[in-house]
C-alpha cells in the first residue's frame, strides 16, 4: 500500500515537474524570440482600397507561409509572426502581382507595408526578370566595371560546351544513383535467399533461386557501375566530402562482383555434385557480405548525411 | 593668350571632372548559400568574391562579382551539381549592383535596391536590409539576401525524388575600406 501510495505520489511530482519545465521553457522561449506584428494596406494606381487581396508573407529564414486576405478596406494583418525576414507577395485579380524580397519584422514594433498594385495581368512586380543576359560589364557609366576588380573579359565569359558536359555528367550520375538504388532490392534478395542455398540444404530450387537472384543484382550493378565509369569527369576537381567514401567503396565492391559470382560458380557446382562446398569457393559468402556492405555503405554514405 | 589659358584649364579640367570623389574596395567576405533538404540542411561558402564602390555627387555604385564555382560546401560533388544546375559553366559569375547614398556608410542599418546577375538572369531586389558596423575606417556590411530558386529559373535539384526548398537565403558578410 505504501509503496503503492510512494509511486503516485512520485509520478504526481514527476508530473508537476515536467508541466513547470514546459511552461518555463514556453515562457523563456517567448521572452527571447517574442513575436511580431505585420500589416498594411494594398491600393491601387489611383489610391482606392483592394479588397480580397492575396498576402503570402514567407520566412526566409525558416521558409514557413502565412496567407492573409486584405478587408473590404484594403487593409491586412499578420498576428504572431516569428521576428524575422519576411518575403511578401501580393496577388489581387485584375492587378499585376507584387513580390517585396525581404520585410524585417521584428519582436517589438509592428511592421508597415502600404503597397500599391498597378492594374493588369502580367508579372511586373519588384522583383523584376530578364531573360538570358550575361554577367556583362557594368552599363552605368559612373559605376565600376569587372575590368575594375580584375576580371578580365575572358574570365567573364562563358563556355556552352562545358556546361553541355556538366549537364550530361549530371544526367548520367543520376541514373547512376537510380540504378544504385534498384539494384538494392535483388541484393537483399540474394542475401536472403543464400540462408537456403547453402550450408547443408540440398534444396536446388533455393539455390536456383539464390543464382538467379544473384545473377540480375550483378546485370543491374554493371550498368549502374557504366553510368558511374563513363559520366564526363570535370577537369580540375578536388575531390572533397562524402563521394570520397562513395569511391573508396567501389575499391571494395567492384572486385567483389567480379569475384563473387566466380566463386558462387564453383560453389554452385560443387553443391550440384551432391560435394560439400569445398577450396576457394567456401569464400562465396564472406566475399558476398563485404561487398554488400561495401555497397551499402557507398549508397549510403551519398543518399543521407548523418 | 586668353585661348592658350582656357586650353590649359579644360585640359587638366577635363579629367578632374570625370574623377570619383571617393572609392570603396572590398576587403574581404563571406557569402554563404542555404539549401534545405528533407535529408539536408547544406550550406555553400565562398570568400572569393570580389568589390569595389565608386562615389559621385554623394551617390555610390557599387559592384561585386564572385564566381559560381568558388562556392564550396565540403562536397565537390554537390559542387560540381550545383554549378550544373545554376549553369554556372555558361554563366560563370555572379554580380550585384547597387547604388547607395555616401552618407549611407554611417548608418547602423542600409536598406539596398540590388541588381543581381546569376544563372543567365537579372532579377531586382528592393529594400533588402543590412547591418553597418564601422571600426576605424573599415565598414562590416552584413545581411541576407533573399534569393529563391524560381527567380533564377533554376529548377530544383532532387535527392531521392525530393526536391530542395525554393527558398536559397544568402547570408552577406563584407568588409570594405575606404580606396
Given amino acids: ?306 | 593668350m586668353h585661348k592658350r589659358i582656357l586650353i590649359v584649364l579644360l585640359l587638366f579640367g577635363i579629367p578632374a571632372f570625370g574623377a570619383p570623389d571617393s572609392q570603396w574596395i572590398l576587403e574581404q567576405s563571406t557569402l554563404t548559400y542555404h539549401v534545405s533538404h528533407p535529408l539536408h540542411q547544406s550550406e555553400g561558402v565562398s570568400h572569393a568574391a570580389k568589390g569595389k564602390g565608386v562615389c559621385h555627387s554623394g551617390e555610390c555604385d557599387f559592384l561585386i562579382a564572385v564566381a559560381v564555382k568558388s562556392f564550396d560546401s565540403g562536397d565537390s560533388n554537390r559542387d560540381l551539381h550545383m554549378i550544373q544546375v545554376t549553369r554556372g559553366a555558361q554563366f560563370p559569375l555572379v554580380t550585384v549592383r547597387t547604388r547607395l547614398p555616401e552618407a549611407a556608410a554611417t548608418s547602423a542599418t542600409i536598406h539596398a535596391d540590388m541588381e543581381i546577375q546569376f544563372a543567365g538572369q537579372t532579377v531586382q531586389y528592393k529594400q533588402v536590409a543590412f547591418q553597418l558596423v564601422t571600426e576605424g575606417n573599415k565598414t562590416q556590411i552584413s545581411g541576407t539576401i533573399p534569393a529563391s530558386l524560381t527567380d533564377f529559373k533554376i529548377e530544383p535539384p532532387t535527392l531521392l525524388a525530393m526536391p530542395v526548398k525554393n527558398e536559397i537565403p544568402i547570408r552577406v558578410e563584407m568588409t570594405w575600406r575606404p580606396q
Fill in chain 1, 1 to 306: 500500500m505504501w509503496r503503492s501510495t510512494g509511486s503516485h505520489w512520485h509520478s504526481a511530482i514527476s508530473n508537476l515537474v515536467v508541466i513547470y519545465v514546459l511552461f518555463t521553457s514556453a515562457q523563456s522561449g517567448t521572452a527571447q524570440t517574442g513575436s511580431g506584428v505585420l500589416t498594411g494596406k494594398v491600393t491601387n494606381a489611383s489610391g482606392g482600397t483592394v479588397a480580397n487581396a492575396t498576402v503570402t508573407a514567407t520566412s526566409v529564414d525558416t521558409g514557413q507561409t502565412k496567407t492573409a486576405t486584405t478587408a473590404a478596406d484594403g487593409t491586412y494583418k499578420f498576428d504572431q509572426l516569428p521576428p524575422g525576414n519576411y518575403r511578401v507577395k501580393l496577388e489581387a485579380a485584375g492587378f499585376m502581382p507584387m513580390e517585396i524580397p525581404s520585410e524585417t519584422v521584428s519582436g517589438t514594433e509592428t511592421a508597415v507595408l502600404d503597397e500599391k498594385l498597378e492594374a493588369g495581368a502580367q508579372n511586373s512586380g519588384k522583383t523584376q526578370q530578364q531573360e538570358n543576359l550575361p554577367n556583362a560589364p557594368s552599363t552605368n557609366a559612373t559605376g565600376p566595371t569587372l575590368e575594375d576588380l580584375g576580371i578580365s573579359p575572358t574570365q567573364a565569359q562563358g563556355s556552352a560546351q562545358d556546361q553541355a558536359r556538366l549537364d550530361k555528367r549530371t544526367h548520367m550520375l543520376k541514373v547512376h544513383q537510380r540504378l544504385g538504388l534498384i539494384t538494392l532490392a535483388p541484393l537483399v534478395a540474394t542475401f536472403i535467399t543464400s540462408a537456403n542455398a547453402g550450408g547443408k540444404k540440398e534444396s536446388t530450387a533455393d539455390r536456383t533461386t539464390h543464382l538467379v537472384l544473384g545473377a540480375v543484382s550483378g546485370d543491374l550493378y554493371f550498368m549502374t557501375a557504366y553510368y558511374a565509369l563513363r559520366a564526363p569527369k570535370i577537369p580540375g576537381t578536388e575531390t572533397r566530402g562524402p563521394i570520397r567514401l562513395h569511391k573508396a567503396m567501389a575499391w571494395i565492391h567492384v572486385p567483389g562482383m567480379v569475384l563473387t559470382p566466380i566463386l558462387g560458380a564453383i560453389a554452385y557446382d560443387q553443391k550440384n555434385k551432391g560435394e560439400k562446398v569445398h577450396g576457394i569457393a567456401s569464400a562465396h559468402g564472406p566475399v558476398a557480405i563485404v561487398t554488400g556492405a561495401a555497397f551499402g555503405i557507398a549508397v549510403m554514405s551519398v543518399s543521407f548525411k548523418f
